[in-house]
């Protein structure tokens, strides 16, 4: 009956450090965040600096298109938006974050 009771009972395993086998479960999550980080995050970040001072630079004249694919030209600038003409007698405020692409500046000439 002592052999029955022996084969149950729990054996003494070595204590082993706990914190290796952690850091050994996040370093896959922290690999995938660092190519997460670099395949993404960092180029949009790259284009959004890029669209904001693309936006910053806008000035009456700007021939622009809008992310709707509307063309027109900026007559005025003010803190959150734009005044584009798109055609004539025709004037509608936009946001800047709907400006897509500056074809060119025309300053000094009206549609």
């Not at 694919?69 to 900026?74: N, P, Q, S, W």
Request: aromatic share 6%.
């Amino acid at each position: 009956m002592t052999t029955s009771l022996l084969a149950f009972s729990p054996q003494a395993q070595p204590a082993g450090p706990a914190g290796g086998n952690m850091l050994g479960a996040l370093v896959p999550f922290i690999l995938v965040f660092v190519i997460f980080y670099l395949l993404i995050i960092m180029p949009q970040r790259k284009r959004q600096k890029k669209h904001q001072t693309m936006v910053q630079a806008l000035k009456p004249g700007d021939r622009i298109i809008t992310t709707g694919g509307i063309f027109g030209t900026v007559m005025g600038v003010e803190k959150d938006r734009i005044e584009l003409k798109i055609a004539a007698n025709v004037k509608v405020d936009i946001t800047k974050s709907a400006v897509a692409v500056i074809l060119e500046s025309q300053q000094g000439q009206t549609d």
